[in-house]
């Protein structure tokens, strides 16, 4: 986020590989309903999130330069990713998964519950709350001379 409010290009790190993306709207109704029928859902262990929304982190970034660009009225980057390894961004050791794809059956059996918002309609509105938010701080900050030593 921050780095398309400077205007700076997404870093991906092992080039970006599957994830799903799940709304915090979403997510918090289907917790509320957990707390609302504990004899549905005591002891289960639910998956939260939205199968629907699986994109590359690659494909997920250029949506979000998309999407930016739409509602600030800038021009997409020239560059907009930039590759990094995950030892460089994070360092030894670290590891990850391929793909993570929650499964929703035992949440929509017990609960009735499945997510609702799309990957574009969650960007959108997440997007447009930073840009309102955080924009306007950022310019000015890049805006100002740097002191000489």
């Not at 309903?33 to 549905?40: G, Q, S, T, V, Y």
Request: net charge negative; glycine share 6%.
């Amino acid at each position: 986020m921050e780095n398309l409010l400077r205007r700076e290009p997404l870093k991906l790190v092992d080039g970006g590989s599957q994830r799903t993306f799940g709304y915090i709207k979403d997510a918090i109704e289907a917790v509320l309903l957990m707390i609302e029928n504990p004899a549905r859902a005591n002891g289960q262990i639910f998956n939260v999130g939205n199968p629907n929304n699986e994109v590359t982190v690659k494909q997920l970034a250029e949506m979000m330069t998309e999407v930016y660009s739409k509602l600030s009225g800038d021009p997409p980057l020239e560059e907009h990713t930039i590759d990094a390894s995950s030892k460089e961004f994070y360092g030894e050791g670290y590891d990850d998964s391929d793909k993570r794809i929650p499964d929703m059956t035992i949440i929509n059996k017990q609960l009735g519950w499945s997510p609702k918002t799309s990957l574009w309609d969650l960007l959108e509105s997440t997007l447009t709350y930073q840009h309102r938010t955080y924009a306007e701080a950022i310019k000015r900050t890049m805006a100002k001379p740097v002191a000489s030593s």
